[in-house]
């Protein structure tokens, strides 16, 4: 124990002492808050959009006038050809082009059906879904009006009523605070443990502290504790920037939040012990702590919804302590639910902490050969 | 204190260490000599229980104590203290790790810090000491233990040589009080130092024993030559001349037989024109010995 006290108070003092490394720690969470929480919007909205108009008819422009109303397609273009409108999307000046043949209005008029042309740039599949789905919907309110005229109804024969719960306004922010939060403090305990004891092997201070009487077990616990105040540092910074900056409401127990944000944090660390273990310096480290931090970015379910991912790769981001813990802080900030609705996440994350934790302690051995 | 039997160290393929055995005794200045990359090193960190042998077996205090209790010191070749911590949070440290509380630790490094002369730089961080100073931190950090052995690898590599010429004073005031002292150096002139040595040669110990005693060891005589050139290897040519070695500032000369060598060579070089300013037989050096048997053994 007096030896776990002893290796805690020199971690304290070196930390206290590097600045920058300390500074990070505060830093980190609240820029990439405030870049990402401002950023990351999956909401696309006012995309660039040129129109050619050979109809010139009232009936063209009140289609435009409800496209444009949307909110999603701001009409920048007016253009005079087909070949002027496909030079704008070669050249990303606009994203949708919209045509509307001469005989628009004539069709319409016939009781035939007008079409409407939509060209959109699907090089970027996050704007181009919104902007078809956009389209058509716009296409359909259309089309369901003058329905509506034409058979004289009252009102429509369904009627569906969707109700966003958690979330109703649908602000991506609230949805992105509390995962970049989970980013953060992977990149941070994956990544500096795993390099700062790298470091120390690097310097051979390990040397020196492996021919004291110190258990490897001792030495890992008065390693870990000081990142685990690190962590929680950083969450609770991360937390006041998504209260205050961005209103995250926090509808669960933050007690709660804080009990079972443990679990994740020592799960990262364990992947940062393992990984110090297993580099040889620290720029091996770092590469594989980008290892760790790319999937857990792309399949943890913090961008793409999880379930749009085929099977397989589903179950490499079961492997992923990110995974759960997103489950987890989106369950207590959002939605308001405790741990009763969250045991499996929870004993996941138990399970990646022993499993991790015990590994390096196996292959740390105390032996530097 | 310590006993190797036929310590042998393999890394991939590579024999670093073979079949060494040695002894160290109660009250020795041991020296392990031996140029870079002769397995020093290697055979420090198995006695020290940082790396298993591959075959071989090493015991400390003849197996009664267990050298987890604290009862020797080692300063690893490179330093490897805290540099972020200050001389006296570096040793504080230590000793916690030993259990020591802060009053004993204190009184002890007081002591110390004075024998090596680091009183002043107590709250000094250790990455801003000289490279010097830092060897004796690490030597004070090694001693706040009051261990009754000491080893240390290659302590005064790479610091000049007013520091070694200190750096071993105190070795000698610590193995006067009683302490046992296993040393590597690559240092011949060290080890004329030492009370006892082992030269180790790509892993294997070439000799042991007092430096007088092996200096007594090789047959050949020593010539030391001191001329105006400073390319000399030709001597090695001639008949006379077992081998020609640099030596510093000056050549040394193996020889069976020391009047016709000296003839020969001053013959030759004044056919090539270079003038001797000293050319005398002298008691051979470890160096000397180094190479003697080191040849002997390639042969």
Redesign the interface.
């Known amino acids: 124990m007096?030896?776990i006290?002893?290796i805690l108070?020199?971690e304290f003092?070196?930390m206290r002492?590097?600045r920058l490394t300390l500074g990070m720690v505060f830093a980190l969470p609240l820029f990439q808050l405030l870049l990402f929480g401002y950023a990351i919007q999956t909401e696309v909205k006012h995309i660039p959009t040129a129109v050619f108009d050979q109809s010139l008819s009232a009936e063209s422009r009140d289609m435009m006038e409800a496209f444009s109303a949307s909110g999603y397609f701001d009409v920048y273009y007016s253009t005079g050809g087909y070949a002027e409108i496909t030079n704008m999307i070669d050249s990303g000046r606009a994203k949708v082009g919209i045509i509307f043949p001469p005989d628009f209005s004539e069709n319409l008029k016939k009781g035939d059906t007008a079409t409407v042309q939509v060209l959109v740039d699907a090089s970027d599949s996050m704007s181009s879904s919104t902007a078809i789905a956009t389209a058509n919907a716009i296409g359909l309110l259309k089309s369901q009006k003058i329905f509506i005229q034409k058979a004289q109804l009252t009102n429509l024969p369904y009627d569906i009523r969707v109700r966003p719960w958690y979330n109703p306004d649908g602000i991506t922010a609230y949805y992105m605070v509390p995962a970049i939060l989970g980013i953060i403090v992977t990149m941070t305990m994956v990544m500096m443990t795993a390099v700062a004891i790298v470091r120390e092997r690097e310097?051979?201070?390990?040397?020196?502290?492996?021919?004291?009487?110190?258990r490897s077990f001792e030495l890992m616990i008065g390693k870990i504790v000081p990142y685990i105040g690190l962590g929680y540092l950083q969450i609770t910074v991360a937390l006041l920037v998504g209260a205050l900056v961005f209103h995250v409401p926090i509808r669960g127990s933050l007690l709660e939040l804080y009990v079972l944000t443990l679990f994740f944090i020592t799960a990262s660390l364990g992947l940062g012990i393992l990984i110090s273990n297993i580099a040889k310096n620290q720029m091996q480290a770092f590469q594989m702590s980008f290892f760790v931090l790319l999937p857990s970015i792309m399949l943890s379910g913090f961008l793409f919804p999880r379930e749009a991912m085929p099977l397989v790769i589903q179950y490499i981001g079961d492997i992923i302590p990110l995974t759960y813990y997103l489950v987890i802080i989106r369950g207590i900030v959002l939605k308001g639910i405790g741990f009763p609705y969250l045991v499996s996440q929870v004993a996941a994350l138990l399970v990646f902490s022993v499993v991790l934790v015990t590994l390096s302690i196996i292959k740390f051995k105390k032996?530097?050969? | 204190m310590i006993e190797m039997e036929a310590l042998t160290k393999v890394?991939g393929g590579i024999t670093a260490v073979s079949e060494v055995s040695l002894r160290v005794e109660q009250g020795d200045i041991f020296g392990l000599v031996g140029p870079d990359g002769a397995g020093k090193t290697t055979l420090l960190?198995m006695v020290?229980?940082?790396?298993?042998p591959t075959s071989g077996r090493v015991t400390l205090f003849g197996g009664r104590q267990k050298k987890?209790?604290?009862n020797f010191g080692?300063m690893?070749q490179?330093?490897?203290?805290?540099?972020?911590?200050t001389v006296m949070?570096n040793i504080n440290?230590?000793g916690?790790?030993?259990?020591l509380d802060r009053k004993t630790v204190r009184e002890r490094a007081d002591e110390i810090l004075e024998l090596t002369k680091l009183s002043q730089f107590k709250s000094r961080f250790a990455e801003d000491l000289s490279g010097g100073m830092k060897q004796k931190l690490a030597l004070t950090?090694a001693l706040v233990i009051r261990p009754g052995m000491l080893i240390l690898d290659e302590p005064t590599f790479g610091v000049d040589p007013e520091f070694r010429k200190e750096f071993w004073k105190i070795l000698y005031m610590l193995n006067r009080d009683g302490m046992t002292i296993f040393v590597s150096t690559p240092y011949m002139d060290e080890a004329d130092l030492c009370k006892k040595v082992a030269l180790l040669d790509r892993g294997k110990i070439v000799a042991v024993g007092t430096p007088d005693q092996l200096k007594k060891q090789i047959k050949n005589k020593i010539i030391e030559i001191k001329a105006d050139v400073k390319d000399l290897d030709f001597l090695g040519e001639l008949p006379e001349v077992d081998d020609a070695s640099f030596y510093g500032d000056r050549y040394h000369v193996s020889v069976p037989v020391v009047e016709p060598a000296k003839i020969s060579i001053s013959r030759l070089l004044s056919e090539k024109g270079i003038a001797i300013s000293f050319m005398e037989e002298i008691t051979p050096s470890m160096e000397d010995v180094f190479v003697s048997l080191t040849e002997k053994e390639v042969v």
């Open positions: 007096s030896r006290l002893a108070k020199k003092l070196q002492r590097d310097r051979g201070t390990l040397e020196q502290l492996m021919v004291t009487p110190i032996k530097i050969a | 890394f960190r020290c229980g940082l790396i298993n987890d209790a604290g080692y690893p490179r330093f490897s203290l805290c540099g972020d911590l949070e440290f230590f916690s790790l030993y259990k950090c």
